[in-house]
C-alpha cells in the first residue's frame, strides 16, 4: 500500500508520456486521474494508521550509493509529517487532475500535460518520504524539473519559456545552498540519514569550526544552508522573483505549484529538519526574520496587481511568509497545519480564478472583469469561500491555522517574535484587502470587457467545478477539524514522532495563554481590510486612481514588486551578459578560434590567393619564371662547387 501510493502516479506519468499517442486523449487523462485518485485514496488509509494510529513505518526498496563511509538505502519513511503531506499533495493533486480535463479540453497536446502533472506529484511524494538528506534532494530536483516543464508547457510563447528559465536558474541558487547544506550534514555527521543525524545533534550542538579566521556553530552554518534551498524552492524573499512569473503555465500548473507541490517543499523540509533547527537559535532567527519579511513585502505587492493570477500569486508568497516565521519561532505544528489548510483554499483560488478565465474568453486583467457574478454564480461562490479562508474570517479554515502563527509567534516572547507579530497582523490587513479588491474588480460593478466576450460569459463545466466544490469542503471544514491534532490539546501526541520542540520552546503552549486582544487583533484588522476594499471598490470607485495620482512613486514602487528584478536585471542579469559576450567574442571567437583553426584556415587561403596570383595565364609569364628558376638553379649549383 504505501510503495503503490508513491509510485502510481509515477507508473501513469511513463506510461502516459511514452504511449499518450496510442492511448488517446481520454484515456491519457482517465489513467493518470485514476492512479492519483487511488493514492489519495490510499493515503486516508496511511494517514489512519500512521498519524492517528502512531505507528512509524518504513518501507526499505533498495540499497542506492555505497561508497566508502557514504552509504544508505532508498526507502520511504511515514511518520505523521508524512502522513499529513502526502493526504494533502494526493487529495490535491487528485483534484487538479480532473480539474484539468475541463480546463486543457482545447489543448492539442493533453497526454505530455497530464504526464508531467502525474510526475509532479511523484517527485513531491518522493520528496515528503524521503529518509535521508540525498533522496530529500533527489524529489527536490524532481520538483523543479517538472516545474520547468509545466511553467514552460506552452513552449510556443516567448513568455512562458523565459518564466521556465527563470524558475529554473532562481531555484538553482537556492539548491546550491541545500547541497553544500546536504555536504555539510555529511562531513560533520559522518552520514545523510535523518535519523541518525537527529540522535547525534544533542551531543555535538556545541561545536564549532573555523573559516577565515572565525568561529562558527557547525549546526548554525548546516541549518542555514538548508534554509537557502527552503528560500529558493517556497519563495521566500530574495529568491521569490521566479513565483510571479510561474503565472505563464496553464491554471491547473498554478493551482499545484502554489497549493501542495514545490512551495511548500522548504516548509516541509525545515519542519523535517526540526531536531536539527532547535540546537540554533540564530538559525531560527534568521527564518523568523525572512519569513515575516516576505509575508509584509509580498501583501505590499498584492494590493495593485491587475492580473487576477498574480495576485493569487503574491497571497501565496505572503502565506508561505507566515509558514515560515512560524517554524523561526518553533511553532513547526501550527506552520505544517496552515500549510494543509492553506493547499485547501489556494488551490480553490486558483481554479476559480481558471474558471473565471475560461468563462471570460482567457482574459485574466481585472479591468477589464466585472459585472460577471450573476453568469457564474458557483464560481462566485467559491471564489468568497477561499477568501473568507485566505483572510482568516472565522470559521473558515485559514482562521484556525494563521491566526495560531500570529498567536505563537506572539507568545514566543522573543523580539523577532514581536516583529514577526506586527508584521504579519499588517500583511492580514492587507490580505483581506486585496482579496476582496480581487472579488469586486473581478465580479462586481459595470461590465468592462467588450460585448463578444460578455455574451460568451458562462459557467464551467461540472468536471471543473466539481473539484472547486471539494476543494471548497476543505478550505471551510479542515481548519476546524485538524484543530486540535495540530495545535491543540492532542498535538504532544500526535507530532512525537516527527517534530522536536526544546523546553523552553513551545511557542504554541504559549499561544493558547496570550491576551485576548493578541487573539482578536488579526480577525479585527481583517475585517477593516475588507470594508476598506468594500469603499474603494465599490461605494467611491474613483479612490483608488486618485490615491495612484497622489502617491505616484509609492504607487510604481509597488507596481513594479519593489524593483527586485529591475535590481538583479542590473546586479547579476546584464553583468553576466556582458562576460558572456566578452568570452563568446573576445576568448571563444578571437583567441581560440582565431588562433586555432579559424586562423589556420584564413593563413591557408591567404597563401593560396597569393600562389593564385601567380597563375595568369600569360604563356610569356610562365617562361620568365622558367627562365628565373634555370637561373636561380645554375646559380646554386655553380656556387656549391666552387664556393
Known sequence: MYTLTIFLPLAAAIVTGLFGRTLGDRNAQLLTCGAVGVSAVLSILI?????????????????????????????????????????????????????SIGYMAHDLSKPRFMAYMSFFTFAMLMLVTADNLVQMFFGWEGVGVASYLLIGFWYERPSANAAAIKAFIVNRVGDFGFMLGIFGAFLFFGTVELDAIFAAAPERAGETFNIFGMEVNAITAICLLLFLGAMGKSAQIGLHTWLPDAMEGPTPVSALIHAATMVTAGVFMVARMSPLFEFSTT???????????????????????????????????????????????????????HLMTHAFFKSLLFLGAGSVIHAMSDEQDMRRMGGIWRHIKLT??????????????????????????????????SVVGQLAYWLGVMAALMTAFYSWRLLLMTFHGKPRADEHVMAHVHESPPVMTVPLMVLALGAIFSGFIGYDLFVGDGRAVFWAQSILVRDGNDSIEAAHHVALWVKALPVVVALAGIAAAYVMYQMAPE??????????RLYRFLLNKWYFDELYDRIFVRPAFRVGRALWKGGDGALIDGVGPDGVAAAVKDVARRVGRLQSGLVIHYALAMMLGVAAFVTYFVIGIFG
Not at 65 to 79: H, N, Q, R, V, Y
Not at 543 to 552: R, T
Request: aromatic share 16%; hydrophobic share 60%.
Open 543 to 552: 479612490v483608488p486612481a486618485a490615491l495612484a495620482a497622489g502617491f505616484p
Open 47 to 99: 494517514f489512519n494508521q500512521v498519524a492517528l494510529g502512531g505507528e512509524e513505518i518504513t518501507v526499505p526498496l533498495l540499497r542506492w550509493i555505497e561508497s566508502g563511509p557514504l552509504a544508505f538505502d532508498w526507502a520511504l519513511k511515514f511518520d505523521t509529517l508524512t502522513a499529513v503531506m502526502v493526504l494533502t499533495v494526493t487529495w490535491v493533486s487528485f483534484m487538479v487532475h480532473v480539474y
Open 283 to 337: 538559525a531560527l532567527s534568521v527564518v523568523t526574520l525572512v519569513g515575516a519579511a516576505t509575508a509584509f513585502f509580498a501583501a505590499t505587492v498584492g494590493c495593485v496587481q491587475n492580473d487576477i493570477k498574480r495576485v493569487i500569486a503574491y497571497s501565496t508568497c505572503s502565506q508561505l511568509g507566515y509558514m515560515f516565521f512560524a517554524l523561526g519561532v518553533s511553532a513547526y505544528p501550527a506552520a505544517i497545519f
Open 380 to 413: 462566485y461562490a467559491m471564489m468568497w469561500i477561499g477568501s473568507l479562508a485566505l483572510a482568516g474570517i472565522p470559521f473558515f479554515a485559514g482562521y484556525y491555522s494563521k491566526d495560531m502563527i500570529l498567536e505563537a509567534a506572539f507568545g514566543a516572547h
